[in-house]
């Protein structure tokens, strides 16, 4: 690899985050090094903006983030105090909740999404505190979905959604409905550009780490893949030329992968103490 500046694009639940406790403290060394090094972490996860902003400030982040699969890429306001910007890819999320629930209806599919859903039925379903949970319903432009109804059924719900300009993704947890011309891997090329923009001399080498389906998109617009090992038991299979697989699931194996790639590129491992 020659010596051109990196950006890291990382999936969150199963891959920065450990996939059953959401903490990052094995990935601690890498993206203490990352921060040393000055290489933007970009944070690309199906969350919502209002999730990930505390999480943001605890990682010490201030680069952008993109959020809903996608959906959304948030500008953290700089200084603090001023109001962050934001540039959003398809429909507004009361938009597409109306419209799914009427298919529902129609078709009588057997699903329940985040809309259907109270902070404690949030809370069962993915183990989060209930203040989490309450930020994980701040949704703007998706909707996660647990399926309750047959494989036929989910491939006949593809297609309505299909057909009204909207796609299914699987995640570690639930399937996500959102706009077609929404996915982490249309995000991740917009940010880089913008990055290319604020210096045109830089030449930007994309890392996309993550452990899900719905991270395939975003491993094939990038220049390295890095697969972590998926404890969902749905792994990506993204068709690119460069992959990386880690060795480990959750933030164990994000720390070893980044620091193997650090080996490459920078000749500076990462000093575990």
């Given at each position: 690899m020659d010596r051109q500046q990196l950006i890291i694009f990382t999936d969150l639940d199963g891959t920065l985050l450990d996939h059953h406790n959401y903490s990052w403290a094995p990935a601690q060394p890498a993206l203490s090094k990352l921060k040393e090094l000055d290489i933007p972490v970009i944070i690309c996860t199906s969350?919502?903006?209002a999730e990930v902003k505390e999480l943001h400030q605890n990682l010490q982040l201030t680069t952008p983030f993109i959020v809903e699969n996608g959906a959304g890429i948030?500008?953290?306001a700089r200084p603090p105090e001023h109001k962050a910007s934001a540039h959003f890819f398809g429909k507004p999320y009361a938009e597409l909740t109306q419209f799914v629930q009427q298919l529902r209806r129609q078709k009588n599919y057997q699903f329940t999404g985040f809309s259907d859903f109270s902070v404690a039925e949030v809370v069962k379903e993915t183990g989060l505190e209930p203040n989490s949970a309450a930020l994980a319903k701040q949704r703007l432009f998706s909707e996660p979905i647990?399926?309750?109804d047959t494989p036929?059924?989910?491939e006949q719900f593809r297609r309505d959604l299909a057909n009204h300009s909207l796609q299914l993704l699987r995640g570690g947890r639930f399937y996500h409905i959102l706009d077609q011309k929404a996915d982490k891997g249309t995000a991740l090329h917009w940010l880089t550009k913008h990055y290319r923009q604020q210096n045109p001399s830089q030449r930007w080498f994309s890392v996309a780490l993550g452990d899900g389906p719905n991270d395939q998109a975003m491993m094939e617009a990038s220049d390295l893949a890095v697969i972590i090992p998926s404890q969902s038991g749905v792994a990506?299979?993204?068709?690119c030329g460069k992959i990386l697989h880690a060795k480990a699931p959750g933030p164990c194996g994000w720390n070893q992968?980044?620091?193997?790639i650090l080996l490459l590129y920078t000749d500076k491992g990462i000093d575990h103490g």
């Open positions: 969350k919502t903006a948030i500008f953290p647990r399926w309750d036929e059924a989910l990506p299979e993204p068709r992968a980044i620091h193997d």
